[in-house]
């Protein structure tokens, strides 16, 4: 049986969504585990489970996730190339499944650990792998629009992990969490592989194939030439095999690589990881005006409609428009929660009236960070790079966003914890200034624009 098969069925742009949300199914599993520590270190820390941390142990079992990035970014850059796109997202699976087995069975912290590191090497493999994919197999119209479901996926992730573990136990949730790879393994390895790396490795007749069955007849056979074309000229500005040196020899390589820094580095400055993983532990502060769960749900679920929402118009609007909007309420929102923090600890004014404002501020944070600043530096990062340099400048971006990970959460749990927690969050607020700032005068629009047009935006002075 071939997906071939069901292209007069489903129809090109149908075919494409299939591809992405299949694929994507990844990204929830690894996102579970992102998500996993909100629900999950308040009962590992007050010993209503078997197994039991203190706070220190429980700060470092939520960032041992991002070590495993690391490698699983390594181990995709080595074999994208080699193995092409589609394996590389199907291998996502096994350390995936692996990693919820061994939470569900753990019975002492080290296999906790063990668990949290796999978890992070699958996260790694789809993160250098399902951007790539989908912003290869998206024609440009709706480009956006596939490439969302990642920051969507990543969403729905969080907030299945949270639900499940709200209402059931550490062992159940994880022993559930399993099926989610195993679901992405027998849907997506039905999918055709990326024609644009069928192209680059020389795999021609493979790659106009597989562009009829995303594009359909007409409009395959013309993105065929016309990528055939545009990757055979662009080549000569990409030699050698796309090492890492080639990050910085090549001019579009270095400001690509800058742009994908420097949006991922606004996405930590702006607390979103740390915030993800204290969000309970915060909302238990104020159980006076909504109880710790309820407010995490509605959290998450906000996260999840508004990215669904950006989703469906980021190809309207734009990656700019949406960015600039969705980062200054962010903004806003994080020195008005440190503002309300400062008054309450220090000016022993009465707040007993008003304790809804910390839960109003972060929902109103993670509706206006979901708006843009989730969604658009992936999409982003999947569309600057030549397919050449992909594989290594997402394996490096990610490495990169896993070690700035470590730094903010334990910033945040060091400063929140021997300071007071209006501290990380006004700073997180200063932070995200400067990044809006930096973003305007420096990131170019890349809506509607195809390779060759990104490639030349980028070498233009």
């Given at each position: 049986m071939k997906?071939?098969?069901f ?8 075919c494409?969504?299939?591809a992405?949300i299949?694929?994507s199914?990844?990204?929830l599993?690894?996102e579970?585990?992102f998500?996993w520590p909100?629900?999950a ?6 010993g ?9 142990e429980a700060?470092?079992?939520?960032v041992t996730i991002f070590?495993?990035i690391a490698c699983?970014a390594?181990i995709?850059?080595f074999?994208?190339d ?6 590389i997202?199907l291998?996502?699976?096994v350390p ?8 569900a069975?753990a019975?002492?912290?080290?296999l906790?650990?063990l668990?949290r590191?796999?978890g ?9 792998s ?8 998206a024609e440009?119209?709706?480009?956006g ?6 920051p969507v996926?990543?969403?729905?992730g ?6 499940l573990g709200?209402?059931?136990?550490i ?12 679901i992405?393994?027998?849907t997506?390895?039905w999918?055709p592989e990326?024609?644009i790396?069928?192209i680059?490795?020389?795999r021609?007749?493979e790659a106009r194939?597989?562009l009829?069955i995303?594009?359909g007849?007409?409009?395959g056979?013309?993105?065929y030439?016309?990528?055939?074309k545009?990757l ?12 890492f040196?080639?990050l910085f020899k ?8 800058l742009?994908?820094l420097g ?12 915030l993800?993983f204290?969000c309970k ?6 159980e006076?005006?909504?109880?710790a769960n309820?407010?995490t749900i509605?959290?998450?679920?906000l996260q999840?409609v508004?990215a ?6 980021i ?5 700019r428009?949406?960015f600039?909007f ?12 440190a503002v309300?923090l400062l008054?309450k600890?220090?000016l022993?004014?009465n707040?007993?009236?008003y304790t ?7 929902l109103?944070?993670i509706?206006?960070?979901s708006m843009?600043v989730r ?11 030549h397919p050449k340099i992909k594989?290594?400048?997402l394996?490096f971006?990610?490495?990169?966003y ?5 730094i ?17 969050i006004?700073?997180?607020?200063i932070?995200?200034f400067a990044?809006l700032?930096i973003?305007?005068l420096y990131v ?10 990104i490639?030349n935006i980028?070498?233009?002075?």
């Amino acid at each position: 049986m071939k997906f071939s098969n069901f292209r007069s069925v489903l129809g090109r742009r149908s075919c494409q969504f299939l591809a992405a949300i299949t694929g994507s199914l990844g990204i929830l599993a690894s996102e579970m585990h992102f998500g996993w520590p909100s629900p999950a270190l308040p009962v590992l820390t007050n010993g209503t489970y078997f197994i039991h941390v203190s706070s220190e142990e429980a700060s470092w079992l939520a960032v041992t996730i991002f070590p495993g990035i690391a490698c699983g970014a390594l181990i995709s850059n080595f074999l994208a190339d080699r193995f092409g796109r589609k394996k590389i997202i199907l291998a996502t699976g096994v350390p995936l499944f692996v990693s919820w087995l061994i939470l569900a069975l753990a019975r002492n912290d080290i296999l906790l650990f063990l668990a949290r590191f796999l978890g992070g090497v699958g996260g790694g493999l789809s993160f250098a792998s399902v951007p790539m994919y989908l912003g290869e197999i998206a024609e440009p119209s709706i480009r956006g629009l596939l490439s969302s479901l990642c920051p969507v996926f990543v969403v729905m992730g969080i907030l299945l992990i949270n639900v499940l573990g709200i209402f059931l136990s550490i062992d159940l949730s994880a022993f559930l969490a399993c099926v989610i790879p195993l679901i992405m393994f027998f849907t997506f390895i039905w999918m055709p592989e990326s024609p644009i790396h069928l192209i680059a490795t020389n795999r021609q007749e493979e790659a106009r194939k597989n562009l009829i069955i995303f594009r359909g007849k007409e409009e395959g056979e013309k993105e065929y030439w016309r990528l055939s074309k545009d990757l055979e000229e662009s080549m000569s500005d990409q030699k050698g095999p796309g090492g890492f040196r080639d990050l910085f020899k090549v001019k579009s390589n270095r400001k690509a690589l800058l742009i994908a820094l420097g949006l991922r580095s606004i996405q930590q400055m702006c607390g979103s990881t740390a915030l993800t993983f204290y969000c309970k532990t915060i909302f238990q502060e104020t159980e006076s005006f909504i109880s710790a769960n309820t407010a995490t749900i509605l959290y998450f679920s906000l996260q999840a409609v508004l990215a669904i929402f950006a989703s469906l118009v980021i190809d309207v609007f734009g990656r700019r428009p949406m960015f600039i909007f969705s980062l200054t309420g962010t903004t806003l929102t994080l020195f008005l929660m440190a503002v309300y923090l400062l008054l309450k600890m220090h000016l022993n004014m009465n707040l007993s009236g008003y304790t809804f404002v910390p839960v109003v501020c972060l929902l109103s944070n993670i509706a206006f960070f979901s708006m843009g600043v989730r969604n658009v530096p992936l999409l982003v990062i999947s569309e600057i790079f030549h397919p050449k340099i992909k594989p290594v400048a997402l394996c490096f971006v990610t490495i990169y966003y896993g070690i700035l990970a470590i730094i903010v959460t334990k910033f945040y749990h060091f400063t929140s914890e021997t300071v007071e927690m209006s501290c990380p969050i006004f700073i997180f607020g200063i932070l995200s200034f400067a990044s809006l700032i930096i973003y305007y005068l420096y990131v170019p629009e890349t809506k509607g624009k195809t390779l060759e047009e990104i490639q030349n935006i980028l070498k233009s002075s």
